[in-house]
């Protein structure tokens, strides 16, 4: 039997923000990509990171027959129709990661970024908020809105031990995986757990991820100088992050908006009930009380953090939930099968499988 696309017998080129840096964007196009291939499908990839990416575009499209182009981000990918339009004349798919539908859809790069929607053919969304604030202004784009949500995939490193990372047993760790940048809204997590730990000493915050806001890092970073219950790591390789991820206790993200938490979710795949902002993208990801709790300020999360620390039993038992919950929505294998669906019925593939 033949592969998908040795059937086909043409390629299909993803193109990313991000491929080199350890971003959101750059795991889950890290994870189509090995996941499509290992269905039969043939994929390039192409990052923006890279100086030169105009040039390569322009080479990689004469050099090779692309038979589906699968773009990440609408504001980026709409600066790759603007640079190469050749592309327009190749089916498309894209697929929106957050800042582009919660910010750049309705600020100064409006229009370059619904010139891109209307060209591509479809839409991939993570969930169906996004989908109905999408329709609310921009009704034309219905029949392209697809809804797959990220699947969770944590490789499975070397285990830390909590006095490697600085810790002691006794300590209650609250996990914030997330990078320096003013979106993700780490002030909220300091505010609140410095109250906490003023009523409880053994509160402790972890804090994960590269400075991708210089000034905004570098604000926080000096803020956490004064603040010894509070650790910073910086950037992690994605294959540690279980090891370390395990010591914790809670996980939070407190994020002004979000595409889906990823971070968040790996923490919860290994059992960590979760403190979440209720702001779109993590909204309607939990059953709140069932997984962890929403907030929507210090207060909130000083309370919710509060129980969690206070209440081992209902921890543990929100932690299982979680844990289910990540099985059984948020599965790699889940969101390769949609992929494929989606590349088939895109390339007009009757597709026998190897």
Known sequence: MHSVMEKHNGKILLITPFAKVQRGNSLTTARIKSGLVSRGFQIDLLSLEDLNWREQLQLVLKQSAYYLVHGFHALYFSQVLQAVPALRDL????????????????????????DCMQTVRQIVLFNDDFRNKLLAAFPEL???????????????????????????????????????????NIELAIDALSKLHQAYPVVRLLIIG?????????????????????????????????GILT???????????????????????????????AVPGNLNLIQAGREGFYINNPVDLFKAAQ???????????????????IETRFTPQQEIDAYSRLYEETLGINAVRV
């Open 142 to 184: 219905k029949d392209k809105l697809i809804i797959i949500p990220q699947g969770v995939y944590l490789e499975t490193g070397s285990l830390k031990t909590r006095q490697e990372l600085g810790f002691s047993e006794d300590d209650f760790i609250f996990l914030l995986p997330s990078g320096l940048r003013a979106v993700k």
């Open 91 to 114: 089916p498309i798919i894209l697929t929106t990661t957050g800042t582009d539908i919660h910010y750049d859809l309705w600020g100064a790069h409006r229009a370059a970024v619904r």
């Open 210 to 242: 590269a400075v991708i806001d210089e000034q905004y890092g570098n604000s926080i970073i000096n803020r956490i100088k004064a603040l010894p219950w509070i650790t910073y790591l910086d950037e992690i390789p994605h294959d540690q992050m279980a």
């Open 247 to 277: 010591q914790g206790d809670v996980v939070l993200n407190t994020s002004h908006s979000e595409g889906q938490p990823q971070a968040a979710l790996e923490a919860m795949s290994l059992g960590k009930p979760c403190i979440l902002t």
């Open 307 to 325: 129980t969690l620390l206070n209440s081992p039993i209902l921890r543990k038992e929100m932690g299982r939930n979680a844990r289910q919950l």
